[in-house]
């Protein structure tokens, strides 16, 4: 059961939401990272709210212009241990989009199926001497399952009012962990490689790296609690359409991640915060505010 914890918490230390990367930006709405030893399989539910600002002026000031945008989604994940080295995880998510205009005060939405991931991992290192150290590698997915609609595309704004992006999309990942006694470090650096979809727009390709620091506490031998906090960077390339590049997207941010995970026999709950410390997206006219997360996993 201390295996399905430390997967929980290096998975939300990561702030892991990636199938619905596309929501809130791409920026500031992260991958999962790869994850450390669990049990055999797991299977659970996940919710992420988070929430930015849009067509900001050239100051970052808000306008008549602007919008206030609020993301929703839950997501089945699930993964299993096909060898001692090999693992496979899936991630299924649904998202419901608020968009509300400063200007107009009015209010659209969308709901629907996102992109759904499917990921391969590989277990490179695994020793416990004095110490325990994992290393993962990992490579995966993302499948076009989630709509895409050019009729939603503002070239004066990022292009994040989307369930999906349209395109077949491929990670490469890896994740160090090393746990001493009660304390633990878990670092990821992943990259995300974007297609052109079926409509010539393509997301701007993007880098993040994260680490985070977590401590387990136990009440059990099968109950346990372990708070963590981290930070996490983040760059994300222009997009482009029609072979040109949109001056209104990409940029970086670089965000304080804090949170807590439960364990209770084979149930593991968890929450998670989000603020972000330093951002410069879309040439400072899109601003992420924060982002908030909750999770209920089993594992059997």
């Known amino acids: 059961m201390k295996k399905l914890t430390a997967l929980i918490i290096a998975y939300f230390a990561a702030t892991g939401a990636y199938a619905c990367d596309i929501c809130g930006g791409g920026l500031g709405n992260s991958y999962n990272g790869l994850l450390t030893n669990f049990n055999k399989r797991f299977v659970g539910v996940r919710y992420h709210f988070n929430q930015l600002y849009t067509q900001l002026d050239i100051h970052g000031n808000i306008t008549a212009l602007s919008n206030k945008e609020k993301y929703h989604t839950a997501e089945i994940w699930s993964a299993w241990n096909i060898h001692p080295k090999w693992r496979v995880m899936a991630i299924i998510p649904y998202s419901k989009i608020f968009k509300y205009n400063y200007g107009t005060t009015s209010e659209i939405n969308k709901s629907g199926l996102g992109d759904i991931n499917v990921s391969t991992y590989y277990n490179l290192l695994n020793t416990s001497n004095n110490s325990n150290h994992n290393v993962w590698l990992g490579i995966g997915v993302k499948l076009p399952t989630g709509e895409y609609r050019k009729e939603d595309l503002d070239t004066n704004s990022p292009n994040i009012y989307q369930l999906g992006t349209g395109s077949l999309d491929l990670i490469a990942s890896a994740?160090?962990?090393?746990?001493?006694?009660?304390?633990?470090?878990?670092?990821?650096?992943?990259?995300?490689?974007?297609?052109?979809?079926s409509e010539k727009y393509r997301?701007?390709?993007k880098t993040t790296l994260n680490a985070s620091l977590y401590y387990l506490h136990a009440f059990s031998e099968k109950s346990n609690i372990r708070p963590h906090a981290g930070i996490q960077y983040e760059y994300q390339t222009k997009d482009r359409t029609l072979?040109?590049?949109?001056?209104?997207?990409?940029?970086?941010?670089?965000?304080?991640?804090?949170?807590?995970?439960?364990?209770?026999?084979?149930?593991?709950v968890g929450v998670f915060y989000q603020s972000p410390l330093q951002q410069n997206i879309s040439n400072h006219r899109t601003e992420l505010i924060q982002k908030v997360g909750m999770h209920v996993t089993f594992t059997f």
Not at 182 to 189: A, D, K, S
């Open 203 to 205: 997301y701007g390709n």
């Open 175 to 197: 994740s160090y962990d090393i746990r001493l006694d009660n304390m633990g470090l878990n670092t990821n650096l992943s990259y995300k490689w974007n297609t052109e979809n």
């Open 243 to 268: 072979g040109y590049i949109l001056d209104q997207t990409g940029g970086y941010n670089l965000n304080l991640n804090v949170g807590a995970e439960a364990t209770i026999h084979k149930l593991a």
